[in-house]
């Protein structure tokens, strides 16, 4: 299964996390760099639309792997607990559609 690594060292910030988002999952240039277009860009991973680098397969899941999540944690609980709330949203859109979860969070 495909992994995406987020650096919790390196966001501290709003900024900085979506930095590491473009960098990691290779949003568009265009990418809005807020939640809403985080969700949109990671919401058809299936559908090969080129809002990420990461295309899945049927059944497949895309785990986003938060390294050094306590010190993210420590630094910005609120980008962590957003990212919880926002996979936790993408994989309820995937049941709506009765279709698979498309993302894991793993936090290291």
């Not at 760099?33 to 990671?42: G, I, K, P, S």
């Not at 938060?66 to 609980?77: C, N």
Request: hydrophobic residues 40%; charged residues 30%; aromatic residues 10%.
């Amino acid at each position: 299964m495909p992994t995406a690594r987020l650096n919790g060292e390196l966001i501290a910030d709003w900024d900085s996390f979506h930095d590491e988002c473009a960098k990691v999952f290779g949003f568009p240039d265009f990418y809005g760099r807020n939640m809403n277009a985080w969700v949109d860009c990671l919401s058809y991973l299936r559908d090969d639309d080129g809002m990420s680098k990461f295309v899945l397969k049927d059944n497949e899941v895309l785990t986003i792997e938060v390294q050094h999540s306590e010190k993210l944690r420590a630094t910005a609980p609120d980008i962590l607990e957003e990212l919880q709330f926002c996979v936790a949203m993408i994989n309820e859109r995937c049941a709506d559609y009765e279709e698979a979860a498309t993302l894991r969070l793993a936090l290291q």
